[in-house]
T-cell receptor
Framework: AQSVTQLDSQVPVFEEAPVELRCNYS??????LFWYVQYPNQGLQLLLK??????LVESINGFEAEFNKSQTSFHLRKPSVHISDTAEYFC?????????FGKGTRLSVIA | DTEVTQTPKHLVMGMTNKKSLKCEQH?????MYWYKQKAKKPPELMFV???????INESVPSRFSPECPNSSLLNLHLHALQPEDSALYLC?????????????FGEGSWLTVV
C-alpha cells in the first residue's frame, strides 16, 4: 500500500530560524506529492504540490519543498519562520489511490 | 474562488439521533470527498464521489450514509452513532478524481456524540 512517513511528530523552532519538516514516501511508478497546513480548529489548506517537472516547488508564503526521487523524499523547508507558521503540517501523496496523509508534524515557533 | 463550505460547524448528537452534515462547492468540481479526522491524527478517507456516483467507500460502517444530490452538494447522514465517532468531518472536492488533482478542503464539521 502507498504510504507517507513524517519522521518528526513535533518540531519546535525559534522565530526567524530555518526549519525542515521531513517526509518520505513509498516508491511507485506514479506519485504526486502535497504539503497541507492545518491551523488550530480549521480545515486543511494546500501549501504546495509536486506533480511533475521541476523538482523544487515553492509556496507563496516562503515554504519550499524538493522532490528527491532517489531518496523518496519531499521535505518541506523555510529559511526563516514566523510565529504565524505555528500549525500542523501534513505531507500527502496520491498516485494509484486517492490522497493519503502522513501522521503530521506539529511545528511550534517560539518567540 | 476555491471554497468548500460545510454546515453545521459544530454538532452535538445523541446516540439515537439522526442528523446530517452538509457540504457545498461551486467550483465546478466533479469529485467530492468525506474525510474523518480524530484529534491529533491525520485525516482518513471515508468516501469518494465522482460525477455524483459513489466510487470509493473505505469500509465505513453503515451508520454513516453519504449522498450526492447534485454536482455541487454532498451530504453525510448520521444515525445511531457511537461516542468514538466524535471527530472533525472534512468535506473536500477536486476537479476530477485523477490522482494529480488538487483536493480542496472545507473548514470541517466538529461532531460530538454523547
Amino acid at each position: 500500500a502507498q504510504s507517507v512517513t513524517q519522521l518528526d511528530s513535533q518540531v519546535p523552532v525559534f522565530e526567524e530560524a530555518p526549519v525542515e519538516l521531513r517526509c518520505n514516501y513509498s516508491s511507485s511508478v506514479s506519485v504526486y506529492l502535497f504539503w497541507y497546513v492545518q491551523y488550530p480548529n480549521q480545515g486543511l489548506q494546500l501549501l504546495l504540490k509536486y506533480l511533475s517537472g521541476s523538482t523544487l516547488v515553492e509556496s507563496i508564503n516562503g515554504f519550499e519543498a524538493e522532490f528527491n526521487k532517489s531518496q523518496t523524499s519531499f521535505h518541506l523547508r523555510k529559511p526563516s519562520v514566523h510565529i504565524s507558521d505555528t500549525a500542523e503540517y501534513f505531507c500527502g501523496r496520491s498516485g494509484n489511490t486517492p490522497l493519503v496523509f502522513g501522521k503530521g508534524t506539529r511545528l511550534s515557533v517560539i518567540a | 474562488d476555491t471554497e468548500v463550505t460545510q454546515t453545521p460547524k459544530h454538532l452535538v448528537m445523541g446516540m439515537t439521533n439522526k442528523k446530517s452534515l452538509k457540504c457545498e462547492q461551486h467550483m465546478g468540481h466533479r469529485a467530492m470527498y468525506w474525510y474523518k479526522q480524530k484529534a491529533k491524527k491525520p485525516p482518513e478517507l471515508m468516501f469518494v464521489y465522482s460525477y455524483e456516483k459513489l466510487s470509493i467507500n473505505e469500509s465505513v460502517p453503515s451508520r454513516f450514509s453519504p449522498e450526492c444530490p447534485n454536482s455541487s452538494l454532498l451530504n453525510l447522514h448520521l444515525h445511531a452513532l457511537q461516542p468514538e465517532d466524535s471527530a472533525l468531518y472534512l468535506c473536500a472536492s477536486s476537479q476530477g478524481r485523477g490522482s494529480g488533482n488538487t483536493i480542496y478542503f472545507g473548514e470541517g464539521s466538529w461532531l460530538t456524540v454523547v
